[in-house]
């Protein structure tokens, strides 16, 4: 569905990320996994198309090439202070395609929206915001979505709404790639697990493989190694 040929992006003379190569498959549950500064968000980026890599390609199969087949959740919230929840959903449903307004209407169920409907972002906790952010990366009814770290301070039954959705639209067909530090997430979420460290994809694994400890690791990837025991104590 997505295949990465060597991808590469390099900006003030640094690698973000280093020659990666690997398939994002139709249906799959993924993770990218690794610590804080390891291209993670970078490779997110490149994959959602938000970026150009700077060496390599990406090539995606005819299916991916529909209008706004591609969906984006970023880390950074991408919403407007002074507008209500209602406005942004009025705002952005304009954006997306025809025929999405049952889908739409499902999310706001499955997400509880209707609960702070009226509030504006500025008087929005935390993991509400998180809520709102995810609704708009998706509003176009993606065929895959990419989510980067949304659970970010969401408390757990609104990770539990959220987890919810994700896993349904899945069952149906769609493609999960995401970001987390959340090792309960993980095991929620995903099947397939993607271990980055310093730009490069250092393994492609699974969740079941890291728990039962059938994984073996390089010698170099200290805060994986790190990462991942935590999990395992
Ligand atoms: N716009 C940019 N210009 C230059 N360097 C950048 C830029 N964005 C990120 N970087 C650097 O690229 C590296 C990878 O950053 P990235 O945000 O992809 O990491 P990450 O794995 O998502 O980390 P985190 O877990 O903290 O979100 C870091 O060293 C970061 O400092
Ligand atoms: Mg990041």
Do not use: C
Not at 58 to 82: C, E, H, R, W
Not at 148 to 175: C, S
Not at 209 to 229: C, D, F, G, Q, Y
């Amino acid at each position: 569905m997505l295949q990465l040929n060597n991808v590469s992006y390099r900006k003030s003379k640094s690698d973000l990320v280093n020659s990666v190569s690997a398939s994002v498959h139709a249906g799959d549950r993924l993770t990218i996994f690794g610590p804080n500064g390891a291209g993670k968000s970078t490779l997110m980026r490149l994959m959602a198309g938000i970026i150009e890599p700077t060496g390599g390609t990406i090539t995606s199969n005819d299916l991916l090439k529909a209008k706004n087949a591609i969906g984006y959740v970023p880390q950074q919230l991408a919403l407007f202070n002074n507008l209500t929840v209602k406005e942004h959903l009025r705002f952005y449903r304009k954006m997306a395609g025809n025929n999405t307004e049952n889908f739409i209407n499902e999310m706001i169920e499955t997400l509880q929206l209707k609960n702070f409907w009226n509030k504006q972002i500025d008087e929005l906790s935390g993991g509400m915001k998180r809520k709102v952010n995810l609704t708009v990366g998706m509003i176009q009814q993606p065929e895959i979505v990419f989510l980067d770290e949304p659970f970010v301070g969401v408390d757990l039954a609104a990770k539990h709404d959220m987890l919810n959705w994700l896993n349904q639209l899945n069952k149906r067909g769609v493609t999960i790639v995401f970001v987390t530090h959340d090792w309960q997430v993980i095991h929620q979420l995903a099947d397939k697990m993607w271990l980055m460290e310093s730009g490069n994809l250092l393994q492609e694994t699974t969740v079941d493989e890291v728990v039962h400890n059938r994984l073996e690791l390089p010698n170099t990837s200290t805060a994986l190694h790190k990462m991942i025991s935590f999990h395992r104590s």
